[in-house]
C-alpha cells in the first residue's frame, strides 16, 4: 500500500487525511501535544478560550459534506450571537447570528473539530518536522535530534507558508512559489472576570483600533465557565510589534478594549497573552494547492487562498483528490 506523510494537524492536514485513509497508509506528523492546529482552545480553569479561530461558515457543497456528521453528533453547533460593529468607541450596526447563515463553533470548544476528525486517524503527536530527504524513490522525514520518522512514497505539508519553505528542498519549483507568500501574525488577549460585563454583544468586529475583534466566549454553546473574554490584535499592530514585551503589549491591548467599550479591564481575574506568528492571509489568486507530481509531494493550507478553516479545508481536499487520482 502506498504511504503517505502528511505534516500538521489542522484542517487543511486532517482533510487530506480523511480523503486518503481508505486508499493508502496515513501517517500525520503534529509538532504540538493536541491536534487541530489554529482551531485552539486553551483551558485556564474554570475559563476556556478559543484563542485562535473564533467561528466559520460553509459555502461550498463539498464543505457542507464534511461537516454534516459534525453537525449530526452535535460537535459543531452555530453561535447565536448578538454581533456588533465597534467604530471607535460607537456601535455602528448590530444584528444577530440567530437571523443569518450558522457561524459554526465547536463544541465545547473549537479544537472540538481537529479532535473529531482525527479519531480513526495515524496521528503522531509532539513529533515536529525537521527536514525532508529525497532517497530513491521515497521520502524520509527527520525529527527532533535527527530521529528518522521513517520513509513515505508521498509527502503532504500541510503547515503555514513559512514553516512549509524552511522544510521544503530549494531544488523544488514549488518551495519558490510557496517562499513568496505572506502570512501576518496576531495577538490573542484571554481574559476572565468573576463577574459578567455590562456589553450588550457576544461579538464584536472593531476598526479605528489596535485590536480588530472581541468576543464573549462563554457565549458560545457548550461553555460553560463564568465570563471570559477574548480579544484579538489587528494583524498589522501584531506585525509592528511582534518583540514588544509580553506584559506591555498585554496592557496595550486591554487599554485598547477599554477604548472600545467604555469598561476597564485590566482588573480581569485572569490574563493571558498569546502570539500568533503565522495568524492570516490576505485573498490569494486562483490556486487551491501547491503539488509535484514527478516528486509525489504536496503542499496545502489555508494560507493558499485565504485565512480561513473553509479555504484549509478546500485546500486540503483538493491536493488530496489530485494525489488520489495517481494512487
Ligand atoms: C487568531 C486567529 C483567528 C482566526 N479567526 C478565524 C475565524 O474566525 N474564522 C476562520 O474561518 N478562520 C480563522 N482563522 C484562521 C483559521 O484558524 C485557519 O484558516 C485554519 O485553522 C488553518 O488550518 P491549516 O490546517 O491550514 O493550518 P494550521 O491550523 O496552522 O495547522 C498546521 C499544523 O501544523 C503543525 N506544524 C507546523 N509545523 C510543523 C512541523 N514542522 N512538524 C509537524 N507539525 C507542524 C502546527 O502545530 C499545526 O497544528 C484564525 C486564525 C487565527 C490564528
Redesign the pocket.
Known amino acids: 500500500m502506498t504511504k503517505i506523510a502528511i505534516?500538521?494537524?489542522?484542517?487543511?492536514?486532517?482533510?487530506a487525511a480523511q480523503l486518503l485513509k481508505d486508499h493508502a497508509a496515513v501517517t500525520i506528523?503534529?509538532?504540538?501535544s493536541s491536534?487541530?492546529?489554529?482551531?485552539?482552545t486553551r483551558r485556564a480553569d474554570p475559563y476556556s478560550f478559543d484563542?485562535?479561530?473564533?467561528?466559520?461558515?460553509a459555502k461550498t457543497t463539498e464543505f457542507k459534506n464534511f461537516i454534516a456528521p459534525m453537525i449530526a453528533t452535535g460537535v459543531l453547533k452555530p453561535w447565536n450571537a448578538r454581533f456588533v460593529e465597534i467604530e471607535n468607541a460607537d456601535i455602528v450596526q448590530s444584528r444577530n447570528w440567530a437571523d443569518s447563515y450558522p457561524h459554526f463553533v465547536g463544541d465545547p470548544g473549537m479544537n472540538a473539530v481537529?479532535k473529531f476528525l482525527s479519531k480513526d486517524l495515524n496521528v503522531q503527536v509532539k513529533?515536529?518536522?525537521?527536514s525532508i530527504e529525497k532517497s530513491g524513490n521515497q521520502w524520509s522525514l527527520v525529527g527532533e535530534n535527527y530521529r528518522n520518522l521513517g520513509n513515505f512514497d508521498w509527502i503532504l505539508l500541510?503547515?503555514?507558508a513559512v514553516?512549509?519553505a524552511?522544510?521544503l528542498p530549494s531544488s523544488l519549483q514549488l518551495q519558490e512559489e510557496v517562499s513568496s507568500i505572506k502570512m501576518e501574525g496576531?495577538f490573542?488577549v484571554m481574559l476572565g472576570f468573576t463577574e459578567p460585563l455590562p456589553i450588550e454583544f457576544d461579538a464584536a468586529l472593531v476598526r479605528g483600533n489596535d485590536i480588530s475583534?472581541i468576543s464573549v466566549n462563554n457565549s458560545k454553546p457548550g461553555r460553560e465557565g463564568p465570563f471570559s473574554m477574548l480579544v484579538?490584535s489587528t494583524n498589522s499592530w501584531a506585525d509592528a510589534n511582534s518583540h514588544m514585551d509580553r506584559g506591555q503589549a498585554l496592557d496595550h491591548l486591554c487599554s485598547q478594549v477599554r477604548r472600545a467599550i467604555g469598561h476597564d479591564v485590566g482588573n480581569a481575574k485572569h490574563k493571558a497573552i498569546h502570539q500568533?506568528l503565522?495568524?492570516?492571509t490576505k485573498k490569494q489568486g486562483n490556486a487551491t494547492h501547491f503539488i509535484d507530481q514527478s516528486k509525489n509531494i504536496g503542499v496545502?493550507?489555508?494560507?493558499v487562498i485565504q485565512?480561513?478553516?473553509?479555504?484549509?479545508f478546500t485546500?486540503?481536499f483538493k491536493l488530496a483528490q489530485n494525489v488520489l487520482i495517481t494512487l
Open positions: 505534516i500538521g494537524a489542522g484542517m487543511a492536514g486532517l482533510t506528523f503534529e509538532k504540538s491536534v487541530s492546529g489554529r482551531m485552539a484563542h485562535g479561530a473564533q467561528f466559520f461558515s481537529g513529533s515536529r518536522v525537521h500541510a503547515i503555514p514553516q512549509a524552511e522544510i496576531c490573542s475583534w484579538h500568533w503565522y495568524a492570516n496545502c493550507g489555508d494560507w485565512g480561513r478553516i473553509e479555504a484549509a485546500s486540503g
